[in-house]
């Protein structure tokens, strides 16, 4: 494996998601790991009211992949972050299958459980509709 995508939104599963990866890295040297988070039109406007403003909300959500990438790089493995706008699980699956990835990792939940009733997990639609392995993490 050279390549994984871990898909995180900042919830406890998916930095789960990303302990898992780097456990399954075998030569830390040759991989890189993609931080990828997806900021759907509903958690845009949330967040911009929560904050004031949309380069405030922004930066929050650099802050808290910046935590997350310091995981990746404590364990010498070379990560980058990617923050990407759209429905979470359409904009996944079509960076993911357009980006050649060896392994993509997700939890097995996320943040938003009433986005999760009614329109299924992100994980299980990853899992279905992804070219590459996936890896879904408790």
């Given at each position: 494996m050279k390549k994984i995508m871990v898909a995180t939104d900042g919830s406890e599963h998916s930095n789960r998601a990303l302990k898992k990866a780097i456990s399954v890295i075998s030569s830390k040297d040759e991989v890189s790991i993609d931080l990828v988070y997806v900021v759907d039109g509903?958690?845009?406007?949330?967040?911009?009211?929560?904050?004031?403003?949309?380069?405030?909300?922004?930066?929050?959500?650099?802050?808290?992949?910046?935590?997350?990438?310091?995981?990746?790089?404590?364990?010498?493995?070379?990560?980058?972050?990617k923050i990407l706008h759209g429905s979470p699980f359409e904009t996944l699956i079509e960076y993911a299958n357009n980006s050649n990835?060896?392994?993509?990792?997700?939890?097995?939940?996320?943040?938003n459980k009433f986005q999760t009733m009614l329109l299924g997990s992100v994980s299980h639609?990853?899992?279905?509709?992804?070219?590459?392995p996936v890896m879904v993490v408790k």
């Open positions: 509903e958690t845009s406007k949330a967040d911009v009211l929560r904050y004031g403003d949309s380069d405030t909300a922004s930066y929050k959500r650099e802050k808290m992949l910046k935590e997350s990438a310091d995981l990746a790089r404590k364990a010498d493995v070379q990560v980058n972050i990835y060896d392994l993509v990792v997700v939890g097995s939940r996320g943040r639609k990853l899992v279905k509709y992804v070219d590459a």
